[in-house]
Structure formats: C-alpha cells, structure tokens
C-alpha cells in the first residue's frame, strides 16, 4: 500500500514533442505529490508538487494532472527540449514535508535533437 | 542558489574505514532530515529519518550500528559509514524539510567508493 508506481521506465520525445510520465499509487492518506528531475551525479530537484483538492497545476512547460478517484497522476513536459533529458521520479507522502516521501521507480527521458 | 548542502561530494575510502557525510540546510532550520541511497539507474531508496534532538528511525533492513546519523543541530546532520566495505559503495543523497513551506529540498549528494 506504499508502493508509487511509475510508467514507463523509460521514454524518448522528439525536441517539441509532449512528454508523457505516470504514477500511480495505492494509499488514500497521501495528500502530496511532487515531481523531481534529476541530471546525473546530482541530486534530485522539485519540478512541481500538487496536493489533491486540485485537478491539475501548470507551471511553465510542466503540467501535473491529478485524479484522485483512480489514484493517478501523471506529469506532462510540453515543447520538451533536449535540455529536460533527466530521469523523473513521481513521489508521495501522508503530509507534505515532514513526512517521509514514497518514490516510483524512475523514467529516463531522452529528448531527441 | 542551493538550500541543502552536502560534503564532501565524492570520497574514495579503503576497506574497514569510516567515512562520515554531512548534510547541511543553508536557509533554514530543519527539525527533519532524510538519508537516502541511490544504486545506478535505480530510484532513492530511504535509509533512516532524522530528527534533530532524538534518535534517528532507520528503514527496515538498514543496520543502524553500520550507518551511523547524528542530527545535532537544526542545519545538520550526519552519515558516518562504519567499517566500510565496497558493497557499501554507493550514492548516498540527503533532504531537508523547510517547516516554513513544508517542503522538502534534495542536497546534491556524496558518490562513496570503498576499496
């Protein structure tokens, strides 16, 4: 029931393309879900987070939709540029912060040129 | 500009060394810090949560007496890798949770090789 669960493992976008990434999880107690990129030898960074009184939040080129009654989620990159090639993990906790985040498997995407 | 700092950010150490790893908050107090462990190509795997003040509550599977966490400050903690071995080897990353924006920032990790 903590298990976040993401597809697909890996993805590749033309330049301009939409990319696609989705989560999905079991527990009805998380109330936070964040978005990391992460580039390689680095640590992970917040993209953008969403908590589930909303249905989608936009900041920029990225856009997370939110459905809460089939406890789903997915991230979307619009106008994706080979500079957003990273690997992406989707998270989730009981309570934003403080409370320990459960992450999905990672997706490495490559934007093509 | 970063937020959550770690050092060092590699170190090479030979077998049954201890190496110990900080993880600093820069602008802010955490009361809360996370350790986590990343093999290649593979998600954050959490160690253990500190809690600046107390004891830190490690993963299952985790063996407390091998990865020590010290929290003695509200902008630090550390990871001291006991007797390290090479399957200890590993990228080890931190977070800290801002209280003011309940957020939790990444610092940039440590790569730790054991010989």
């Known amino acids: 029931q903590q298990q976040v669960k993401q597809s697909p493992q890996s993805l590749i976008v033309q330049k301009g393309g939409i990319s696609i990434i989705n989560c999905a999880y079991e527990?009805?107690?998380?109330?936070?879900f964040p978005w990391y990129q992460q580039f390689p030898g680095k640590g992970p960074a917040l993209l953008i987070a969403?908590?589930?009184?909303?249905s989608e939040k936009k900041e920029g080129r990225f856009t997370i939709s939110f459905n809460k009654s089939a406890k789903q989620f997915s991230l979307h990159i619009m106008d994706s540029q080979p500079g957003d090639s990273a690997t992406y993990f989707c998270?989730?906790?009981?309570?934003?912060?403080?409370?320990?985040?459960?992450f999905g498997q990672g997706t490495r995407l490559t934007i093509n040129p | 500009g970063a937020v959550v700092s770690q050092h060092p950010s590699r170190v090479i150490c030979k077998s049954g060394t201890s190496v110990k790893i900080e993880c600093r908050s820069l602008?802010?107090?955490?009361?809360?810090m996370f350790w986590y462990r990343q093999f290649p190509k593979k998600s954050l795997m959490l160690m253990a949560t500190?809690?600046?003040?107390?004891?830190?509550?490690?993963e299952q599977g985790v063996e407390k007496d091998k990865f020590l966490i010290n929290h003695a400050s509200l902008t630090l903690s550390t990871l001291t890798v006991t007797s390290a071995h090479p399957e200890d080897s590993s990228f080890y990353i931190c977070?800290?949770?801002?209280?003011?924006?309940?957020?939790?920032?990444f610092g940039p990790g440590t790569r730790l090789t054991v010989l």
């Open positions: 527990n009805t107690a998380f109330d936070y």
């Open positions: 977070s800290a949770t801002n209280p003011s924006t309940d957020t939790q920032y």
């Open positions: 500190s809690n600046e003040g107390s004891k830190a509550t490690y």
């Open positions: 998270a989730a906790s009981k309570r934003r912060g403080a409370q320990k985040l459960v």
């Open positions: 602008d802010f107090q955490a009361t809360t």
């Open positions: 969403i908590r589930p009184d909303v």
